[in-house]
Structures are given as structure tokens and as C-alpha cells.
């Protein structure tokens, strides 16, 4: 089977020759999209061949140091996902894209509009929401349509789908109100935007405890969260979500193991999901200097 053929047989339901696997680390370039950005992906993918090619990128939002008061949230503008820093990440998709040489999904990763406010504010997000959130909401209007414009782009470059990293909804960003009444619509819209593509990955991102109930069954064809490093278990969630799930791999532990132990750890989650949808990988990206012998370790026998 090809990793492709692998993927789509697992979300449908049936049995692939083996368990499909993907991992993923920040490259930290400078710049961070480009021919030198597609380069590091592709000999990342000659090195490794997972079974979905997972894009990470380290790309600001354009107006990422305006907000320094309530009142800057006005100021955000709405960006046009085919130009700019987005419009440089989606170039990079194309020459991605138009330089493999194997039947597999490309996504790329696209943070929520929860994150990219934060990181726009310095981390006051929920201060300012709190005092004014009628104004902190233009704001978030404004990144939400950039992202949703950025995913067209996408598509448009060819890319098979998204892995949409949710932050937010989890005790140590914002409590389950501020989450479904400030956050949540706007995850919607960007999943929304994804709706069509082959492969849409969810990861609802913390080591604290998630809102599952509130994220669980939004549009995805993939569950994936930190299961080994913070919980809950897949087999918990397996018990109330009947769709694909991914995970198995502890990413904070990876560093300081031996490949049999990953190994085992892998062997360990595919039995637990034997016989339903599942996809072996880390709960979230493998520390950057991992050692391409433990990363080896992460591709399952089975």
C-alpha cells in the first residue's frame, strides 16, 4: 500500500498492511517558509517516509506586535491567506507538493485563532478579554478570516488537508465559558473551511486537563492529543469517540529513551486500538534534536 492508500483505508474503516504512523519537529528556519523550508521537509520525509506528511512551520501572524492595549484589537486587519506571511507558507506547500515523489497526504499545520490572539497580546488574551470583550472580538474576527482565507489558500496550492492546532479549550488557557462562548465559534469557522479536504487532523493542544465534551466530535477526520503525556488514555476516549484517533507516542519522553522502548510504546498503543480506526504518532511535535535513530523507532512493525 502507499502511505496514502494506508491513511484511507484506516479512516474508512478497514485493516492497511500496517498501522500508518507520522511525526513532526520544528525546523526553526530563517526564513521559515521557502525553498529552504520545502528543502528540510522533503529530506525529512526521504529520511523517515511516515505515512501523512505533517508540514510544521513557525510563520507569525502579519500584525503580530500591534496589540499592546484593549484598544489595538481594532487594529488587526483581516489578511488575504495568498499573500504575505500565509501566502509565503502556502508557496511552500506548492513547492512541497510539486516535488514529491510518493502517494501521500501533505497537510499543513494551522494554528487557531485562540493562539495566534495570544501571541499577538504578549499572553494578555484572557486579561483583555475579560475587561473588554466586545473590543478583544473585533479582533479575533480579523484572525479568524485570515485563517479561513489561509486555508483556501491551501487548497488551492494543493495541500490534502489541515492539522488544526487547538489551543484554548483546557484549565491552563481559559475556563470551559471563555472557551465556548469567545473561542469556539471561530474553531468552527476554520474547520469549516477545511470541510472537503481528504484529511483534517484535530489536535486539541495541553499537558493539562482538555474540554474534551466541547471539542471531541468537531469536524475532523482525525483525533489526536497528547494521550501518553498528559491523558485522557485513548482507550477512555475510544470509549465515547468511534472515529480515527492518533497518539500512542509520549513526545516529552521520546529524547530519553531507547528505540526498543519506543518501540514498545507503539506496539502497546496499536493493541489497545486493535481493530478500530487508529494512527501511530506523538501526542504533539518530538523535541527538535531528536536523534534520527529514536525517531526511526517511532515507524511501527504492524
Given at each position: ?106 497537510i499543513n499545520t494551522v494554528f487557531n485563532t485562540y493562539r495566534y490572539a495570544n501571541k499577538c497580546c504578549g499572553e494578555e488574551l484572557l486579561d483583555h478579554l475579560r475587561k ?160 534520527p535513530h529514536l525517531c526511526k523507532a517511532i515507524r511501527p512493525e504492524i
Open positions: 500500500m502507499t502511505p496514502r492508500e494506508r491513511v484511507t483505508t484506516v479512516l474508512k474503516g478497514g485493516m492497511p498492511d500496517r498501522t500508518p504512523f507520522c511525526f513532526w519537529y520544528h525546523f526553526h528556519l530563517k526564513p521559515p517558509t521557502g525553498p529552504g523550508m520545502a528543502k528540510a521537509e522533503l529530506d525529512f520525509f526521504h529520511a523517515y517516509r511516515p505515512d501523512i506528511w505533517k508540514v510544521m512551520h513557525d510563520i507569525d501572524y502579519e500584525d503580530s506586535e500591534i496589540v499592546n492595549t484593549i484598544d489595538d484589537w481594532a487594529k488587526l486587519r483581516s489578511m488575504d491567506g495568498h499573500t504575505g506571511n500565509f501566502g509565503k507558507q502556502a508557496e511552500t506547500i506548492k513547492l512541497i507538493v510539486d516535488q514529491q515523489d510518493e502517494d501521500v497526504h501533505v473588554d470583550p466586545t473590543k478583544v472580538q473585533k479582533g479575533l474576527e480579523a484572525i479568524t478570516d485570515s485563517l479561513v482565507s489561509f486555508v483556501e489558500a491551501l487548497k488551492d496550492v494543493g495541500a490534502d488537508g489541515i492539522y488544526f492546532a487547538l489551543h484554548g479549550a483546557s484549565t491552563d488557557m481559559a475556563t470551559p465559558m471563555e472557551y465556548s462562548g469567545h473561542f469556539l465559534e471561530h474553531d468552527l469557522r476554520v474547520l469549516e473551511a477545511a470541510k472537503g479536504c481528504p484529511l483534517v487532523i484535530l489536535h486539541p493542544h495541553s499537558y493539562e486537563t482538555l474540554y474534551f465534551d466541547m471539542v471531541k466530535d468537531l469536524p475532523a477526520h482525525v483525533l489526536c492529543w497528547s494521550d501518553r503525556a498528559a491523558g485522557p488514555s485513548l482507550r477512555e476516549i475510544r470509549e465515547t469517540h468511534k472515529g480515527c484517533l492518533m497518539g500512542g507516542i509520549d513526545e516529552t519522553k521520546i529524547a530519553e529513551r531507547t528505540p526498543d522502548q519506543i518501540k514498545a510504546e507503539g506496539r502497546g498503543a496499536i493493541e489497545q486500538m486493535r481493530g478500530t480506526p487508529f494512527i501511530l504518532a506523538p501526542g504533539c511535535s518530538v523535541p527538535d534534536a531528536c536523534p
